[in-house]
């Protein structure tokens, strides 16, 4: 009794203390979820509240709920209260997700929950339970990527549908992409689906199918390359065994998250063996066509060249092989355009690249052949096509251009201002040997060379030992001079002196040269003597007259000019006799 | 067939008497008819007979422009170049085999001094610059001769002076000669025969390659390494082409 108290007393006493802490909490059946799979989350408290507010599930889809629960409880008198509300939730899209703040009143205070932090993965297989009342829905419900190739080369074709199917006793009525298909490292395009019901055996067992969604897929790298799943959220009608008032059955509708399962496609590189230089990527089968609008024309008109190729392959993914063209013709960019269609078996129709050529000037202008290599993956072989050579002839037009001249031998090259049009052959020539022996290092050469040099030298050596003869007379007279002219230049001063002195020298002269006394000697006798001995008849009256003038100027004063010029005759008579007495 | 002609055209031709003359002029008819392959034959075998012309190459030049071989009329128009560098008709020709190619490249610009000196160096032959040197050298010994003859102190010096300066021509025209004879040993100009080559970094086929150049160019080759050949372009590129792709413009190939 008494602990029957203690107990009241103590109830009375705690309970306001343990009824005052509210818990009011939010709580998930997993923090860590597939996107098909589903989530059960609960807010609970502990106290009645009003005006529950829950989060707004963003990125989940409600499946059910709320549900309300309420419990109250008694142990050992003790009464706990417990009221929730759950939500069962589909989530949307993959990644981190929250579960928002729900919120209540209690006793006029308003309790908020912590936000749940989760994560939503890849779809996830779920184990097969035939208890699952959606076990009927799985199994009769399927998604297939189908790959029409497992093996391509780079840049071929390969094509994934996604067919969807069904057991003819489930009907889907609503269907929602939720995870669409990533293609990293391939050029994709979706096909249009029809989306007609169509029938096909599937696993041993006889399924309608739609073809959800059609993708052309181009490889862009070798190696083993995985194709993410699509993942489908679809609504369907499910028979139930009750049957209505007419005897039809009822139909309870399912909703169910279904993925097709991860494929991986082996691409396979292209082979190395005999690879095009020129090869840029393009696969499939083509053909291949250069032309040009016009194969004449006039300077500064216009045409068009293209630069085309047709067929089956990834037209869209390489570029067209360039056009090479005479620098003399004006060339603009090309303009590129093209007729493609992508059809579930790939890509189809024409690309080419239209060049605006203006040539400038009158000449023939060759467009050279192009080739164009391309990857047949049937043959498994490289293919290379080559265009035709074109010419395109440019009749009339302002003449060539300044030539381009600027060799080092050619640095002289005058442009001339002839420019006309081609140029005829010549008709006249001469024709000069092909080996011409240099001229310059030759022995002509240095023969040449040496020539003059070796005639200078011979008529220095010939003239030092035949010494010139008018050196040697000068030499003579000026010994002569010395010898007996000396005292008369002496006494050019007196007139007198000068002319005894003078006298005397010529007869000193005749003395030497003829061994004869000749001072006292008559002119005529003189005259005879020396016309005698060889002398010829002006020297001897030269000689006469200088003796003439020594005589006369014994008796008359001479000027000093008559005196020089006396003495100049001197030597004159003197040296003319003394050549003159040798022959 | 083409090859039974030519056979019967050869036999032909050792019919003939093996003037040059004959041979040229026949040569000219055939081109006159538009037998262009015919008159190539003729021509090749003036050239084979030892002798050539200017006027020769210009006729095959022609003849390989009709039949659009872009980089043998261009051989043969430089080579013409090479024996008659004036030659206007020439010169008009060639531009028009040149308009067909696809590469042109800006030639680097020279200086005045530069292009003044090249000038000069090239105003004549080695040939002619030989005979100008040995005039000059023979009127430096001429007038040597005349100074020790003279007498009178102004004679003497007026021919020294005349000696000297003719001297130092013909020092100067050696330097010439020199000069001309290593640019022309330095300077291999020779055609591109291939449709189209790349022009690579280094004598190799994985080195990288600068850019493609065409049939037709002209380049200079600079040195060669087995079968490669060190090229210089127009516009001063540097760089190494197979050795096969090129025919150097030169008379001693023949």
Known sequence: MRQLLICCFLTLVLSPVAFAQVD???????????????????????????????????????????????????????RSFSKSYT???????????????????????????????????????????????NYIASESLHLVAALSKSKVYINEPITVVYKLYFDSKVRPSDVNPIDMPEYNDFWSQDIPSRRTIEKEMYKGKLYNYVAWQQTVLYPQRAGKLPIAPLSLDVQLDVPTNRRDFFGNQV????????????????????????????????????????????????????????????????LKLFSLPEMATPSALERYDPEYSEQVNTTLSGMRGSIKNTYTLVPQFQG????????????????????????????????????????????????????????????????????????????????????????????????????????????????????????FLGKAKKNMSDASAFYVSLEAALHNYLKARLQIQTSDFSKEKMQTLLSDKGVEKDTVGLFIQVLTNCELARYAPSSRSSMEQDYDTAVDAITQMDKQFKS | MKN??????????????????????????????????????YYDSVSSLGVHSPELYFNLGNAYYKKNAIASSILNYEKALLLDADNAQLINNLVYAQNMTLDRFTSLPESELKKATADLVFLTSVRGWSMVLIAVFWLAAFLF??????????????????????????????????????????????????????????????????????????????????????????????????????????????
């Open chain 1, 87 to 133: 939500y069962l939730l589909t989530p949307l899209k993959k990644g981190k997700n929250v579960i928002g703040q729900a919120s209540i009143e209690i006793d006029g205070e308003i309790y908020k929950t912590t936000p749940v932090p989760l994560e939503i993965t890849a779809a996830v297989e779920i184990p097969k339970n035939p208890n699952d009342p």
């Open chain 1, 24 to 78: 009011f909490k939010a709580q998930i059946s997993k923090s860590q979820l597939g996107i098909n799979e589903r989530l059960r989350v609960e807010f609970s408290m502990n106290k009645d509240g009003d005006n529950f507010a829950p989060p707004s599930f963003d990125g989940f889809r409600v499946v059910a709920g709320p549900s309300q629960s309420v419990s109250n409880m008694y142990v050992n008198g003790k």
């Open chain 1, 251 to 314: 139909y309870t509708q399912v909703s169910r998250t279904i993925t097709a399962g991860k494929r991986t496609l082996t691409v396979l590189p292209f082979p190395d063996e005999g690879k095009p230089t020129n090869f840029n990527g393009a696969v499939g089968d083509f053909s291949f066509e250069v032309k040009t609008s016009k194969n004449a024309l006039n300077a500064s008109e216009s045409l068009q060249a293209t630069v085309e190729v047709k067929g089956k392959g990834n």
């Open chain 2, 145 to 254: 001769f005349l100074f020790k003859r003279s007498n009178s102190s102004i004679r003497k010096r007026l021919f020294f002076t005349g000696f000297v300066i003719s001297l130092l021509l013909s020092i100067l025209t050696v330097v010439i000669i020199l000069q001309q004879k290593n640019t022309l040993r330095n300077t291999n100009p020779a055609i591109v025969f291939v449709q189209s080559e790349s022009f690579r970094a280094e004598p190799n086929m994985r080195s990288e390659v600068l850019l493609t150049i065409h049939e037709g160019a002209k380049v200079f080759i600079v040195e060669g390494v087995e079968d490669w050949i060190k090229i210089k372009l127009q516009n001063g590129s540097i760089g190494w082409i197979p050795r096969s792709s090129v025919q150097p413009i030169s008379f001693t190939e023949e």
């Open chain 2, 4 to 41: 039974i002609l030519l056979l019967a055209l050869f036999s032909c031709l050792t019919c003939f008497g093996q003037d040059p003359e004959d041979l040229f002029r026949e040569g000219n008819i055939a081109y006159n008819k538009g037998a262009y392959d015919r008159a190539i034959v």
């Open chain 1, 364 to 483: 023939k202008y060759p467009i050279p052949p192009i080739a164009f290599s391309y990857f047949d993956p049937k043959a498994k072989t490289y293919k290379t096509l080559e265009s035709a050579e074109l010419v395109i002839d440019v009749l009339e037009g302002p003449k060539a251009a300044t030539p381009v001249v600027n060799a080092p031998n050619a640095a002289t090259v005058a442009v001339p201002n002839v420019t006309g049009s081609f140029q005829f052959i010549a008709q006249q020539t001469s024709f000069k040997p092909i080996k011409q022996l240099p001229f310059f290092g030759s022995t002509l050469f240095f023969a040449l060379l040496a020539f003059p040099v070796i005639l200078l030298l011979l008529y220095f050596i010939i003239r030092s030992q035949t010494p010139d003869a008018t050196a040697i007379a000068r030499r003579h007279k000026a010994r002569l001079v010395k010898k």
